[in-house]
Every structure is written in C-alpha cells, then in structure tokens.
C-alpha cells in the first residue's frame, strides 16, 4: 500500500536541491502568497480605519499561518495520507460534537468549546475531506470503479449536511465543491456530471422548500436588492457603490469613505474586496486578480507535478477551492452571487479561514518539495 | 518503479492525460471567471463610475441649514416683548432601539408628565416608522427636563435630545394685535416667502409686526457640509457658513401703558390706540378682547382654533387698525374747524337749537332731546351739539366736509407698519356715485355731520387725526417701529392760527368745564389740560321710535368713542378709544381714555 503510493514516474528527474527546496519551501507561491498577505495587511488597516490594534492582530496571525504553513510542509505527503483517515473521522465526530454540545454564535452552532480554546470543526473538514476523498482514490486502479465514486459522493453528502444544518450554508457548499473537485480530477465521466448539473437544475425549486427563511431571502435579495434597500439589500448596494465609486484608479490607501463611514458591513471581513476596490480602483483589482491567478496557476502546477494520484487529487482540489473561495466572495460583493458570508481567501480580516488556507498551502508545499527525497 | 507491469504503466499514463486535461479544463473555468470578474469591474468602475461616485458622495456628505435666530422684538424701553427660548425634544431612531416597549415605559417613568395618550399613540407610530429615519415624540421638554434626561441619556440608545429656539411671547396676551405671532409655513405662506431662506425653519410671521417686518426678522440661513456615516450620525463637520441672526426690533410701544389700557378694556370688546403725536409713535395698540399668541407658534390645536374663531366677542380680529366704526362726533371739532377756515362759520356766530333739526319734512334729533338753546361753535363742541352741524353741513355740502377731514387721514390708510389696515369711509358725491352709482341726497350730508350714515373710520385713523389736531396740522404717520425716520413733514395748510386754538379750546372745556361732556371724568385731572371729544356711534337707528336701551339687544348699543390729546399746550400723547355697545361717549370711552392719558403723562412720562 505504501509501496504503490511512494512510487512515481516523476522521480526520474533528479534536480540540484536549492535551500528552499531543502526547507520545504516553494519560492514562487511563497512570493504570491506574501504579497497577497502584504495586500491583506495594507487593505485590513484602512478597512478598520486605521485601527492599529486590528491590524497588529492580523499581522501576527500572518505571521503564525505563515509560520504553520511552513511547518506543515515539513511533513511529508506520504505521512499525511497516512494520517488523513483518521483527521476525517475526529472531524465528523466534532462535527456531531457540536450539534450536540456546540456553542451558540450569531443564531448558529459552529464552535466547541474546549474551555482554553474555541474550535470550529468546520475548518478543520476543509482539509479532511478533500484529503479523505483523495485518500480513497488513491490506492485505487484508472479508471477508478463505480464504488469509489459512490463512496466519495456519501462522504461529501454526509460532512456537508452536517455543516449545513449548523446552519452554515457557505461552508457546507464550500466543503461539499472541494470533495466534489476530488471526484472531478480522479476522472468522474462527463456523461455524470453534465447529468449531475442538469438533475441539480431540476431539483433547485425542491430544495428551494427546505431553505431557511433567511436564505431564501438572501437569494431573493439577490434577484433584486433594491427591492428592500434599507433591510437585506442594503449591503449588496452599498457594496456596489463602494466599488463603483472607486472607478479606474481609485481613491487612494486610506481613501474609502464607504468603509470609514460605516455604509459597508464588515468591511474588514467579507466586504473587504469593496473597500479594496473603492480604494485602488480597476486597476488595484486587475493587480489583485493577477496575484489570485498567479496563486492558482503555481498551485494547478503544483498538481501537474504531483508524483502520485493522492498528491495531485489533494493539490488540485486545493488550488479549486481557494478558486471557488475568490469566485464566492468577489461574486457576492460585487452583485453577481447571493450574499453567503464567505471572507476574502487571504485578504479578509480573520483567524480560522486564513489559517486552514495556510495550511494548505503548507501541503501544497509538502507536495511540491518531497518529491525529490523520495529519489534520494 | 520496475515493479510496475506494462499495463500499469500504460494505465497511469492515461491516468496523468486525463488529469492534465481535467486540470486545463480548470485552469480554463478560472481564466473565464477572472474575466467575468473583470468584465464586471469595469462596467462598476468604468462604465457606472459617475453614477456610484454620486451615490457615495450622497451618502457621504450631507448639507444641513443652520436656522438663523429670528429677530427678538422689545418695547420702547427696551422690555422683551417676543424671545426665543430654548426647547427641548426627543427623537427616535428606530434603528438602535433595542426593545420599543421597554424604551417607552422608560421614558414614561422618567418623564411622568408626558400624557400616557400620547405615548401610546407614538409607539405605534414609531413601529410602523422606516428603520432608519428618526422621528419626534410630539412633547416638549422644559429644562429640568431635558437635564433629567440628558443624565440618563446613557440608558437611552437611539434617543437623541434635540434643542431648539422656539418663539416666546413673554407678555402672552398682551399687545397681540400689534405684535402678531408666528405659525408654521403654510402653503399660501410658501407662495410669498422666498423658500431658500426659510431652510432649517418651519416658522413665518402671520400677522401683525411678526408679518409685517418678515423681511428684518427673519435672518438669513447658513448651512453646514457634514459627513454621515449609514445612521446619519454625524462624523465631522467639513465647512460651515454661520447663519445671519435676524435683526432685534424696537418697537415704539410702551408696554406699560399697553398693559394698563388693556386693564381698563377688560371684559369690554373695542379697542384704543394711543400716538406720540410728536412723532407719530404708537405708544399703546389695544384691541380687546385678546388672545394668547403662544397658542400659534407650534400649530394650534383645533379646539383653540374654533374656540378662538366662533368667540361671539371674535377676539382674532384686529379692531384697532381693521374695525371700522362710525365716527360719530368725534368728527365735530374737525368740521368745525374746517368750516371756520373756509368761512362757513365764524368763533361768535350761533344758533338755536331746540333739539331738533328740521330738513324737508323731516326732523334730526339732537342727542339732547330738550336742545342746548343758543349755541356757537365753541359750545358745540363742548356739549356736542348736533343741530349745529346739521344746519352748518348743508351750508358746507358734503364735498367740503369730505375735503376738511381727508388731510386728517380720515377715509384712507395710514400707511401703518401693521397688516391688514382698513381704508374706512370718507363719503363724498364722487364716492357715492363710484360706490353705489347714485346721486348724493342732502339729507345725507346731515347725518354725515355728525359722524354718521356712510361714515367709518378705524380706531387707529381717529388716534391720527386727533395727532394732527394737536400738533396743529403737522401731519405725522403712525407707525410702531421705532428708529424709523416715518416723517414726511406735511402741514395742513393754517389760514388762521386762531382757528385752530379755539377749536382745542372747546375740546379742552369738554373736558375740563362742568358743561363739557367729558367733564365727570376730566375733573379729576389736575396740573395741566386734556383736550377731548367724545362720541357716540349709533349701531341701530331706530328712525321715529323711542329709543330704549332696555328693549333693544345689547349688541345693538351705541358704540362709546373718546379722542383726545395731552398736555394741551405741549402735547405727548394723543388717543382714540372705542368701546363697542357701551353707549354713549361720556360714560365709558372718555373715562377710560382720560384715565389712561392721565397715567401716561404723570407716571410713565
């Protein structure tokens, strides 16, 4: 089992080790990633109007998610495969934890509490199940036989629907996209998926009936949010104004006046890219796009280098669902998708996403510089 | 890697296409969506620039008029006569109110004087209110009020105290006719006032000084730029033009001769108006009876409108300068001297009079039914001796007694700083032809000498004339804004001064001789001389029949009328009074006037 796993085609080409290879580090993310997190850094401090405490905070949270992410790549893919069972199977049991016991936070149960410290599972399935997915193709022959499949689909199923009556709509389909980009990269046939996404079409209107009120608002809300300007709408059109209101080159650092007088909510968090947008303009978002793609493409690389199907399926769901992540969060603020509450991957103002996002990263790493002492 | 078989190794070669090609495929639905992205960041940011800029400037920046403070009004003597004070009131933000119920019962117990009525009619309107927009509890705090919740304001989120200066009467009743009030800007209000500067106020003068001097009064508006934040609370304040305070009045008016000839009208309806004849400075504007002008300044209740507006007595109504009352005999020493000038009489020529006057047929009483005997012109004015101007009046001809009393004033407006001013009657041949388009009888004439028939005049029109008198015909224009050069120093032309002294003469005697009729009241006058007429204006004539005040309706009484002017020899006040119903002159208006001249002269001079 082992054996199969360690072995790859791609150790044939022996390379001079450099000293971040010999740390486990890949420059060019590295590079992507310290200038989005600068970016973060610049946009949390204007966001929190100049709040020095807030932006301390972010800083050494950075710094640790940096410091985390390169431990993580210390460890080898093949000893996080071995220990990805076993993370999969305490998250869903803290899951249940906390549908049992979980702390109450703004009307949802997301957090345990372990009395020094808050825990929220949900961060934790972001990596398992991906991984948990991976882990069942991994071992298995090309292309892989229906079961896996099967498997993979209830093991998504399963983790989503406990998020999502948490309730956390934007995670569970967060969690739910990565396990699916698993099973799209281990080769499910296109007859499937187009198959799929035409039954999810039909089946919208039904599961329209088991939304929560507030959901089905927000979707509402989203067909038209001038329909209700001053309750839910509000944000989305403030939003907009902020972004718009910035126009080719923006108001400058420091300049966004939605944002510092309080018509945009969580400015720090979720609507961190309006306050980005309104402040550097089209041209501030062209940058920051290119550094997202810059992100995306190492990381899609990284996956095409992978030495085996675990490595790969993990690598690409990860640099998937940082997309999905930007996709959800840039679409939301900008009036293109329903409001769900997702932070900016790696600009927003927050603990637990941007240390979960490190980590992986921490992997992608791991994936990218292991290889060659496996040829040693 | 030399353990794998043939086939395992073909599989795994496929195994990588098909991932490449997954992964392409990936890359592609990336690239597609950054496009998408940035498709839809230029259409916001490039295409709908102009349009969100506005939208954030809007929501940014907002202007806010300053109300100027409205001119504060004083008397002659520099008493405060209207003022602004501060009030207080609350509004809610519906917004930060955490819990509705909670927050009223609070406020209910911290201002127990609140009518729980209107408490319960605001909660509903406050939870049917947007969230965002702030509205006012309909009640008034009184500084230790405002104080009480300014210390517990910390247990009130979404409670703002608002001041502002709200228009204070401070003599209430007093001088209303005069002084007017303020109301909220109506619609018809809207049409004549120039809105931009009514920004941040929702007050104009209605009447009186308050409409007249609108224009000085009201100041003129600043504004202050601020940025909002989404409550529409205020961050900072970015530029501020001060407002312009409207300008402090001084009227001419001694309230304390106003207060005390509004003592002496009280329960009666009339009205009085007294002149510096020196200047034609109104020293008391009177008209009774009163009401409170603070009732207006916040809208009045519909209750008090009614009540005010169905008054049998009609208090709203300015009877000083807009009633208009026959003269009656007060009109005596201007027609006599009129005919004294023109030599239609002489000081020495006289008639008899038994009580009557006789023209085709029909007979004019005199007041005094025995008649007064032989009487010249003096004695005509001292006991008021109709007859005499009967026979006098067909010698003159209506259009000479018309063109002796206009350059009195009589018949047209003085042109006083108050609105609303009547113009009276001054009937002549040409009027009644204008008017009625009919030829004018003599037997009018007779009636007209004695201040009767189409004859009017308002209250504030005698006060002139008698100004005039006294000054001996140095004409003066009333006004009640003090500091005003008014003058335009016109003089009735004097043929001889003799005239004119021996018409104030015979006004002085009215006063002062036992015969006179103003005598029971101006006997108690000492140290220097008034001179007065008295008058008695007929309500109903009943033309052969008895008169009998028993039968006849109260409100059909004669009107009672006084002018008069004082010290004789250097006159500081001249006055006109009228006393609707009262009966005749001597019994009610020379009384009260002589009071009131007496009180002036001795303790306010």
Known sequence: MIHSLTSSTDSLYVTPKSWLQKLHIDGWLLLGLVLLLSTSLLTVFSASGGDWHTTQQHGFRILFALGLMLAVAQISPSNLALITPWAFLIGLLMLVAVLLFGDMGKGAQRWLDFGFVRFQPSELMKLALPMMVAWLFAYSDFPAPASRFIMGLVIVAVTASLIVVQPDLGTSILIAMSGLFVIFFAGLPWKIIIGALAALAVSMPIAWNFMHAYQKQRVLTFMNPESDPLGSGYHIIQSKIAIGSGGIDGKGFMGSTQAHLEFLPESTTDFIFSVFAEEFGLIGVAVLLSLYSFVLIRGLMIAYFAQNNFSRLVAGSFTMTLFIYITVNIGMVSGLLPVVGLPLPLVSYGGSSMVTLMISFGILMSIHTHKKMLTD | ?605
């Open chain 2, 1 to 605: 890697m030399n353990n794998l078989t043939f086939d395992e190794t073909q599989s795994r070669i496929r195994q990588k296409a098909m991932f490449t090609n997954r992964l392409l495929f990936a890359g592609l639905i990336v690239f597609a969506v950054f496009c998408l992205f940035m498709a839809r960041m230029a259409y916001l940011q490039w295409f709908n620039h102009e349009e969100y800029l506005g939208l954030s400037e809007g929501n940014r920046i907002s202007v806010e008029p300053l109300a100027p403070e409205r001119g504060k009004i004083y008397d002659r003597n520099g008493v405060i006569l209207v003022d602004n004070q501060p009030v207080y009131s609350l509004s809610f933000m519906r917004e930060s109110i955490y819990d509705i119920d909670y927050t009223i019962n609070a406020i209910q117990e911290l201002l127990p004087s609140i009518r729980p009525e209107t408490l319960a009619q605001f909660k509903t309107r406050l939870k049917r209110t947007p969230r965002h927009r702030a509205i006012i509890l309909p009640y008034t705090l009184d500084e230790s009020e405002a104080a009480r919740f300014a210390v517990n304001s910390y247990r009130f989120s979404g409670i703002a105290l608002n001041a502002r200066l709200k228009r204070v009467y401070t003599q209430n009743k007093s001088a209303v006719h005069l002084l007017g009030y303020v109301g909220r800007i109506s619609q018809q209000d809207n049409l004549s006032i120039d809105r931009s500067r009514y920004r941040g106020t929702d007050i104009v003068g209605k009447t009186g000084i308050e409409h007249f001097y609108e224009d000085k009064l009201q100041g003129y508006p600043g504004l202050q730029r601020i940025e909002t934040n989404a409550q529409g609370r205020t961050i900072r304040s970015l530029e501020t033009i001060p407002p312009t305070s409207g300008e402090n009045l001084t009227l001419t008016i001694d309230i304390r001769l106003q207060k005390y000839l509004e003592n002496l009208f009280e329960g009666r309806r009339g009205a009085a108006v007294a002149i510096d004849p020196e200047n034609g400075e109104i020293l008391a504007f009177v008209s009774s009876p009163m009401y409170n002008p603070n009732l207006f300044v916040d809208g009045i209740s519909h209750t008090n409108y009614n009540s005010l507006l169905h008054d049998r007595n009609k208090p709203l109504i300015n009877r000083a300068s807009r009633g208009q009352y026959p003269p009656g005999s007060t009109t005596k020493p201007f027609i006599g001297l009129g005919a004294l000038e023109q030599g239609f009489t002489t000081m020495s020529e006289s008639i008899f009079d038994p009580g009557y006057f006789e023209y085709q047929n029909r007979r004019y009483r005199n007041w005094r039914r025995d008649g007064h005997g032989w009487a010249d012109l003096k004695r005509s004015i001292v006991e008021s001796v109709d007859t005499y101007y009967y026979k006098l009046s067909l010698d003159m001809g209506i259009d000479s007694i018309h063109d002796i009393l206009a350059p009195f004033g009589f018949g047209s407006q003085t042109g006083v700083d108050i609105p609303g001013e009547a113009n009276g009657i001054l009937p002549s041949q040409a009027w009644k032809m204008a008017t009625y388009g009919k030829a004018w009888f003599r037997g009018e004439t007779i009636i007209s000498s004695i201040g009767q028939g189409f004859n009017l005049a308002t209250p504030l029109q005698l006060a002139k004339a008698a100004s005039i008198l006294a000054n001996r015909g140095r004409i003066i224009n009333p006004h009640a804004l003090k500091g005003q050069s008014h003058e335009s120093p016109e003089q009735i032309p004097i043929k001889n001064r003799e005239h004119w002294e021996y018409i104030i003469d015979a006004m002085t005697d009215a006063v002062h001789t036992p015969r006179g009729t103003a005598w029971s009241s101006g006997r108690h006058i000492t140290g220097y001389k008034i001179a007065g007429k008295t008058g008695t204006a007929q309500v109903f004539s009943l033309n052969d029949g008895e008169y009998n005040e028993e039968e006849l309706d109260k409100r059909l009484h004669d009107h009672s009328l006084f002018i008069g002017f004082g010290p004789v020899t250097r006159p500081k006040i001249a006055i006109s009074v009228i006393v609707e119903n009262a009966g005749g002159g001597s019994r009610v208006a020379a009384p009260l006037a002589l009071q009131a001249m007496n009180h002036y002269i001795k303790e306010l001079q």
